[in-house]
């Protein structure tokens, strides 16, 4: 089939570049989330750990904002990639109780989840930091 828009086939080396920088200004949001509403999730009764600490937040905000940074600058990319899959995992299993908890709806994870698997599969693109072999 011929493609309906050929004259914009010169930008297919930017997808990863979109893919990345998507993935990772999504990421960047709910570590920061995560640091804005402490006080809300330590509020909050999980199942198995109780009460989160402090401290426990402090480490999912900064894993969560170090991982947007390493995807969108192409850094690690295949290592950050399966890291964001499982923060993504994570964030869709909450049930419904723990609306709240959650930045983005779950719909938004699941795309997050799409996102890092191309990443994992494609790598960082041309325009990482990450050279491939």
Known sequence: MLSLFPGIL??????????RL??????IYAGYFMFVHRDDFTK?????????????????????????????????????AIIGIIIAVKHMSLSKQYESL?????????????????LLISGAGPFGLDLPL
Not at 10 to 19: R, V
């Open 22 to 27: 998507g993935a990772g200004a999504a990421f």
């Open 102 to 118: 959650r930045p983005l709806p779950r719909s938004t994870y699941a795309l997050l989840l799409l996102m890092c698997l191309a």
């Open 44 to 80: 909050i009764r999980l199942p198995i750990i109780a009460h989160p600490a402090l401290w426990m937040l402090w480490v999912s905000g900064v894993i969560t904002i170090a991982d947007g940074v390493a995807i969108v600058l192409g850094y690690g990319t295949q290592l950050a």
């Open 10 to 19: 010169y930008l297919a080396p930017f997808t990863s570049t979109i893919l």
